[in-house]
């Protein structure tokens, strides 16, 4: 069996091994067991059902809410040679009865289904008299009303075991706490599944955080490096989406803006255009998201700071589906930390509500000030500890240097005293720059002993500093009170030098952004051939209407271009060239590469 596995792997997807635990899942599957999956977006969920559809006789169900996946993953079956058809309600009726006699003769070995259409009695009698194997039921953690999208129609999935008693189940998600994994499993009525759990690492995704001042320069700087990547930036208002993409497209840069405030047109509108490569930024609201199955998006950037670590894992979550290298950038700002505390202030729930809410926000605003590693901060609020660095965070690739901070950190504890702790960090750095501003002089904070210690030091290394030194805890902040900087009880220990403190200095994005042409596999790409082989991956895609990375990921181009194979079974080492992509492109990429 084993020896099967590895040859439909090579021959179908043009890969050589298997990722862990891909392969275990599929032999327990095909021994007619029932399994949970938890594995991240972009770690290979799919090939869990397909290859066990592709080795045996029976017909494979999969359940998908998402609609453009399912349609999306069935074009990539088709360009890869195998038989697979989608059933949910924007497929015409004409199609149908193609669908039904290929079901019928059992030609078809996927079929995609979304969950109204297969909880249908109709649909269900009919599938009956099909010889299923196999159900797998993707993004299973809608079944919960623990997790973030309930959906009351998977619900009804439960009633499938009866209809199909003999087939086994496999139940896939990309979340899932320990609440909503025995909820799974209970409500789908899996028989002693066994649960294959993955880290949430996304080990393809390059972390950044970044401080926010001027932070439409450093986004330009940013895209300047993805100039024919599709992304996403993140604002937290409606006004900043339109703001930021038409401050784009003066730069002459393909950026639309997208938020629930626009008609549900142009929305539907914008949403195509990015599906299908025509603009390559979108600068939503967070209304942007579900839904969003682009595998190819390379960036996500948040222009503002997301409210919890929750929303900011989802959002990056959506670059590099594809499994290729790709980055999330942060930037956040104090600004931002004090806006996203009024809205809970303003929300309506209870007292009780309010105060997970903020200590959410804490956590989100520790992440990205933090000077350890993201990946680590990110995971442990996960629930999953580590130590070691990713080595893919900026805080891993570029450690900040952390120097003796003890007399800097002095002097604004003493500015903050002797201001009777009742002004904030704005006001704070004034004294300690000796600013001349009316306030300043006016409130006679221009006589204490402290005005003017920090001259040396610029208002961003400063602002750097004090927000380091709150989140040490070495000062407070009193957030009913304007958010003035207040003592804690490890401020005097500190100002009396009896605690020695570290503080890292800022590093500017610029630095921290190293430019990264191949991707993970560290190869050498001939750029003029690379480039050749992108015109005409995308004249492929145009003449069959699909987007080009359904052609060919741009790791393939990448491999090709490196290794530049002369014939076909120098083709087929190139990690993702089965034989259905060599047959329709062999000959087609060998001319390429010759001339
Ligand atoms: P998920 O459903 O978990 O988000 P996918 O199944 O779409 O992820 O897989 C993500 C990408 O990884 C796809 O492009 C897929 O072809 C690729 N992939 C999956 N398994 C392997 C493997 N064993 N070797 C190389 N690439 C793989
Ligand atoms: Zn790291």
Redesign the pocket.
Known sequence: MKETLYKVLKSTFGYDTFRHPQEEIITDVLEGNDALVIMPTGGGKSICYQIPALVSDGLTLVVSPLIALMNDQVINLQELGVNAATIHSNVPQDQMQQIEENLNSGKTKLLYLSPEKINSELTQRYLSTLNVGLIAIDEAHCVSVWGNDFRPEYTQLAKLRTVFPDSSFLALTATADTATQEDICNQLNLKNPKKYLSSFERKNIT?YSHSAQKRLDQIAHILREHTEDAGIIYCLSRKDTEKVASKLNMMGLNAKHYHAGMDAEDRYRVQREFQSDEINIICATVAFGMGIDKPNIRFVIHYSMPKNMEAYYQEIGRAGRDGEDSVAHLFASWGDFLMLKRFIDGSEGNQEFKRIQYEKLERMWEFASTT?????GILSYFGEYRTD?????????NPPEKKDGSINAQKALSAIYRCGQSIGIETVIDVLRGSYKAEIRNRGFDQIKTYGAGRDIDRLTWKNYIIQMINKGIIGVDYTKGSCLTWTPLSTAVLKGEKKIKLADFVPSEKKVKVKKVSSSNIIVDDSLFGRLKVWRLEQARQKSVPPYVIFKNSVLEEISSVKPTNDMELLQINGIGDAKLRQYGADILRIVGE
Not at 372 to 376: G, L, S, V
Not at 389 to 397: A, F, K
Request: hydrophobic share 5%; proline share 0%.
């Open positions: 972390t350890d590693c993201r990946t680590n660095g990713c080595g893919h965070c900026d805080n891993c690739l």
